[in-house]
């Protein structure tokens, strides 16, 4: 500017310009914190990005820890640098201590009229990361639907259904309702197939099948061992039950190998799988007999047919 022709106290108003204090009610700050202050998010948000990136990628890769751990500890380490910064920040802008409690009981006021379900999302997301009791990489069932987690964000926790459908949900949701969580700790389920064989059927020749093809399949596992049950007598049936373990990632498809399984084996064994079947006995009524034609009669009806 001075090059174009402005005057030397350009440069002391220019300062004076920047460091104007602004004051509303007991706040007082000036342009130029505001300007550093502006800078200074633009540093935490770059540090931000570059240390989840680091710790993700470098130091983190190597040690045996869940992945779900992992997230939690890079996540929690990103809120505290962002909640350092923004201290630091309301100090750049010249906000004090005592201002900073006039903030603080404004945002109470703003939680207590419309910013409640935000923060009560905020505060539940944390509880999920220090508790951990869904982490990345979970398997879960919410209201009959089955997912992975993907992300835990600070709103809503981000769910990839087996239908590769995107669900995203509140994390007080999370919190405050009924979540099954079927991978949390141990990633093993225990799977039920029934079978219905014949009366008359050899119950230990069935047993003994039913086990010999759940211990062949190397996707079930060996500890807890599968069982049969001999579950009930049923009404055109021998119920029984094959219970194993298998992997959550797998065990659908588990179910149904051993179903192919056991259809071929009992054909192989003569084994029967009934059907319901039901026999309808009629009863002749008087109304009925009444109707039934004289043979004078039916013989008049087939000379007219």
């Keep these: 500017p001075i090059a174009w022709g402005a005057q030397i106290s350009y440069i002391s108003e220019l300062f004076d310009a920047l460091n104007y204090q602004i004051s509303i009610g007991s706040i007082q700050f000036n342009s130029i914190g505001i300007v550093y202050a502006a800078a200074f998010l633009f540093i935490i948000h770059i540090l931000s990005v570059v240390l989840k990136s680091l710790m993700k990628n470098r130091l983190l890769t190597d040690i045996k ?39 603080f009981g404004a945002v109470g006021i703003g939680i207590g009229f419309g ?7 905020f505060f539940s997301g944390l509880i999920l990361l220090f508790e951990r009791p869904i982490q990345v990489g979970d398997v879960i069932e919410v209201e009959g639907v089955w997912g992975v987690v993907k992300e835990i964000n600070v709103r809503a926790t981000h769910v990839k259904t087996y239908d590769n459908a995107d669900m995203m949900i509140p994390n007080s949701e999370i919190i405050g309702q009924r979540v099954i ?15 219905g064989v014949a009366y008359g059927s050899d119950v230990k020749l069935v047993s ?6 759940a211990t062949k399949d190397s996707r079930v596992a060996r500890r807890p061992h599968p069982d049969v049950l001999f579950a009930d007598f049923g009404d055109s049936a021998l119920i029984f039950k094959l219970r194993f373990w298998a992997h959550v990632d797998y065990f659908l498809k588990v179910e149904t190998d051993i179903r192919f399984e056991i259809e071929k084996e009992f054909r192989r064994l003569s084994i029967d799988i009934p ?6 006995h009629i009863r ?10 004289s043979p004078a009669a039916q013989s008049e009806a087939n000379n007219a047919l």
């Design 275 to 280: 059907f319901p079947q039901r026999d309808v």
């Design 115 to 121: 910013l409640q379900n935000m923060f009560n999302n």
């Design 65 to 103: 820890m869940e992945t779900g751990l992992k997230d939690s500890i890079i996540r929690i380490t990103a809120y505290t640098i962002w909640g350092i910064g923004l201290i630091i920040v309301l100090r750049l802008i010249g906000i004090s201590a005592s201002s900073l409690t006039v903030v």
């Design 181 to 195: 969580n079927w991978s949390f700790r141990d990633p093993k389920v225990r799977r039920t197939v029934a079978i």
């Design 284 to 293: 002749e009524t008087k109304a009925i007999e009444s109707l039934r034609l």
């Design 208 to 213: 003994d099948t039913l086990l010999n093809i």
